[in-house]
């Protein structure tokens, strides 16, 4: 069973970072896109950025710049770095395998962004 688990939300001020990571078991990971993308309350859920097997990156337009997405093939782990947060960035984030014809996504973990 493929399980993805997110961590490392909190509560951060405007201008301050946070580093999320998610861990994926029940699959091999190495050769599968990963993606990170959130959903703020009222809204659908917005893609932030992705990266290939190999490293390639992908990213949005609104967090390019202050998100760096990286992956730890060794550790099935995918991490999103979000430096400059704003209001704005307030939401729950989910990370997301994607296997082609299954999407693979984790529970969330929350991001609130406030002084």
């Known amino acids: 069973q493929v399980q993805l688990v997110e961590s490392g939300g909190g509560l951060v001020q405007p201008g301050g970072s946070l580093s999320l990571s998610c861990v994926v078991s029940?699959?091999?990971?190495?050769?599968?896109?990963m993606g990170w993308y959130r959903q703020a309350p009222g809204k659908q859920r917005e893609f932030l950025a992705r990266?290939?097997?190999?490293?390639?990156?992908i990213y949005a337009d609104s967090v390019k710049g202050r998100f760096t997405i990286s992956r730890d093939n060794a550790k099935n782990t995918v991490y999103l770095q979000m430096n400059g947060l704003k209001p704005e960035d307030t939401a729950v984030y989910y990370c997301?395998?994607?296997?082609?014809?299954?999407?693979?996504w984790g529970q969330g973990t929350q991001v609130t962004v406030s002084s």
């Open positions: 997301n395998l994607d296997r082609g014809s299954t999407q693979n």
């Open positions: 029940g699959t091999i990971f190495s050769i599968y896109v």
């Open positions: 990266i290939t097997g190999g490293g390639r990156t």
